[in-house]
């Protein structure tokens, strides 16, 4: 009897025990990463073989099709495909990865292969990387947690709004606004104590999140209290001179200060997120600070940006003698003769009405109700070619009489290029702007049949992004090789039309004009949702750059028209 009361006793005492075992303290940050390859990567030899000729990568081994001096193959499964021909003694092409996990989109990079040994031709495929990450910052707030979500990559937590987090025992909730509720569930998941994970679903699957540290985390501009002191950039192989701030006439005390606060700068939802900086004057590249985990050899999406890319794209291909104009007839272009039941609008619409977004199709990007919006657009699935879908768009004014910001004019002044070269345009895009630039470990995003989406959306490194102001400056050669004309930069440059009350636009360039010393002087920028910004000031002889992850919200104007102005011009001399 006494050995059962002893049992008994010593249950309850351990049962008292556990009762009293205190809840796990779930504040600071909590970080969760999912990737999702491609896995297709690595070396890549074409074989001329007494059977034809072969394609090994990965472990797949293909037959390669041969037309005259063009090559290209396919693996099983969607998983990658190879186009390009022979320059030289190289094979000169791109490869196209697999469709993207997040939104089925295939990206295509320029890739060469160089002879190997007898009838053997070696290159390296290197896809881009697909991630997605969230940070969930938590502080104990009564009961629960205040809490919010930040995705570095496409800025999701504006769009999955979470304010509390709540955790009873194994059971985990995030709660925010939905549904004019204040505390809806926005994710119920698990929390694990032995092995201190949070397991949460978001967008459609399931993140494990992990305690991350404050000095190492990408969620942080720098590690918090760091202090910044001013180093010039590195001299590399990409073409960029470089000096240092002094030496180009700028405030060195001035720019410590800006990137010393904005590496203080604290982290809240809607705040600004940078994660670049970069300056150029006289030539030479005096400033590269990144931040948030980001670094120079990181491509960046660049987003609308790449419509000024698209404008750079064609002023080259006019240069290298590819019949194209500004007043190349679009529909004639495309369609050949239009029939008499045609809008007689569309007959008159020239490529520079593309270029100015002036087109008059019925594409408003602000307006959900328009066909010819983008989104509208991407989200249809009848008709996957996009220039037969942006050709069949209805009118609503006439071309070149108001500006309308339409990201399929440029789609379209793309396909325009594509009909009148009858060169791939990732491939005109390579030998005409990115080579001569010295642009390396970029991706561009291709439409559903595989045509260049030149309205944006492309990843580039920033020192890249860089050259496009520079190319500018110098009235559109790079290192002293032409690129476009002086007098194609000076089109691209005139604001033809007012985009808004600060902004004019011209050939997929805007312009804004900056207060400097008592006067005005004219910026031309290409500009991208976020706050991606690539700026050139002509007059000072000077190049900005930014890219960051405010996507969708206010603070991506916070480079171009705070930064600029308030913080950047006046340490120019």
């Not at 394609?55 to 037959?63: E, H, Q």
């Not at 969930?136 to 999955?160: I, K, M, T």
């Amino acid at each position: 009897m006494k050995a059962v009361l002893l049992s008994a006793a010593l249950l309850l005492t351990g049962a008292a025990s556990r009762a009293e075992t205190p809840a796990p303290d779930l504040s600071g940050l909590w970080a969760a990463t999912l990737r999702f390859g491609p896995d297709v990567r690595g070396a890549l030899f074409l074989l001329e073989t007494p059977a034809g000729w072969r394609a090994d990568l990965a472990g797949y081994d293909v037959p390669v099709r041969v037309e005259g001096d063009r090559f290209s193959f396919a693996l099983p499964d969607g998983k990658g495909r190879f186009s390009g021909r022979r320059r030289g003694a190289a094979i000169e092409g791109q490869w196209v990865q697999e469709k993207s996990a997040g939104g089925g989109i295939e990206y295509a990079s320029p890739l060469t292969l160089r002879p190997d040994g007898n009838g053997r031709w070696r290159g390296e495929v290197a896809p881009l990387a697909e991630a997605f990450t969230w940070y969930l910052p938590a502080v104990r707030d009564g009961a629960g947690y205040s809490a919010y979500l930040r995705n570095p990559e496409r800025n999701q937590g504006r769009f999955l709004e979470v304010t509390r987090m709540e955790v009873d025992g194994a059971a985990a909730r995030l709660l925010g606004p939905q549904g004019g509720k204040p505390d809806a569930t926005v994710a119920a998941g698990r929390y694990d104590p032995q092995s201190d994970i949070l397991s949460l679903p978001l967008r459609g699957a399931t993140f494990d999140f992990v305690r991350e540290q404050a000095a190492t985390s990408g969620f942080y501009p720098r590690a918090p209290g760091s202090r910044y002191s001013y180093r010039p950039p590195l001299r590399l192989g990409d073409g960029w001179p470089v000096g240092t701030l002094e030496e180009a006439g700028i405030d060195r005390a001035a720019i410590e200060r800006l990137v010393q606060r904005l590496i203080d700068m604290k982290m809240e939802p809607g705040g600004l997120q940078l994660h670049s900086l970069l300056v150029a004057r006289h030539g030479k590249l005096v400033l590269e600070e990144y931040f948030h985990g980001y670094e120079r050899d990181r491509p960046h999406d660049i987003r609308s940006a790449g419509k000024s890319l698209t404008a750079t794209l064609i002023g080259a291909a006019m240069a290298s003698g590819v019949p194209i104009t500004e007043d190349t007839p679009v529909y004639e272009t495309m369609l050949g003769p239009l029939g008499p039941g045609a809008d007689p609008r569309k007959k008159g619409m020239r490529l520079r009405h593309l270029m100015t977004m002036t087109s008059g199709h019925f594409c408003d990007d602000s307006n959900d109700a328009a066909p010819g919006n983008e989104t509208v657009m991407q989200d249809q699935t009848a008709e996957p070619d996009y220039y037969r879908y942006i050709l069949a768009l209805p009118m609503d004014r006439t071309p070149g009489e108001k500006i309308v910001y339409c990201s399929v004019d440029a789609i379209l002044a793309g396909g325009v290029l594509r009909k009148v070269a009858g060169e791939p345009l990732p491939e005109m895009f390579h030998r005409l702007v990115a080579a001569p630039l010295g642009m390396r470990d970029y991706y561009l995003n291709l439409t559903p049949t595989g045509e260049l989406y030149t309205a944006g959306g492309w990843y580039v490194r920033p020192r890249d992004m860089l050259k496009l102001p520079q190319l500018m400056l110098n009235g559109g050669t790079w290192q002293g090789r032409r690129i476009v004309s002086r007098d194609w930069v000076a089109k691209e440059s005139t604001p033809y039309h007012a985009l808004n009350a600060v902004q004019g636009f011209g050939y997929f360039w805007n312009t804004a004009d900056y207060p400097w010393r008592g006067r005005k002087v004219r910026a031309v920028f290409a500009a991208g949702n976020g706050g991606q910004i690539f700026l050139a000031i002509p007059e000072l002889d000077l190049a900005i750059g930014f890219t960051a992850g405010n996507y969708a919200e206010p603070a991506l104007l916070i480079p171009q028209r705070e930064l600029v102005p308030n913080d950047i011009l006046p340490a120019v001399r």
